[in-house]
Nanobody
């Protein structure tokens, strides 16, 4: 059974940092695209960042220059380093993986989510 388990969320003041982790089990994702999505209260889930199997990264405009996505294939773990956090980054963050090496258009696996709250 494939599982994605996020951790690292919490409460942080504006301007602070957090690092989210997503530990995968049941399948190796070294050849697949993985990424992060988020869902703020009352809003739809949105794309945040994507990492292709060869290490190319893509970000939504609002987090460019502040967030960094990375992966440790040996640990089968995906990360999201979030710096200079803003109150508008408050959301539940979800780890996602597909069976495509580059695309997350069709997400096959979702984590359960981890809450990030950024205070003023």
């Amino acid at each position: 059974q494939v599982q994605l388990v996020e951790s690292g969320g919490g409460l942080v003041q504006a301007g602070g940092s957090l690092r989210l982790s997503c530990a995968a089990s049941g399948r190796t994702f070294s050849s697949d695209a993985m990424g992060w999505f988020r869902q703020a209260p009352g809003k739809e889930r949105e794309f945040v960042a994507r990492l292709t199997w060869i290490g190319a990264t893509f970000y939504t405009d609002s987090v460019k220059g502040r967030f960094t996505i990375s992966k440790d294939n040996a640990k089968n773990t995906l990360y999201l380093q979030m710096n200079s956090l803003k109150p508008e980054d408050t959301a539940v963050y979800y780890c996602a993986a597909s069976r495509s090496p580059v695309s997350l258009q069709k997400v096959e696996y979702w984590g359960q989510g981890t809450l990030v709250t950024v205070s003023e």
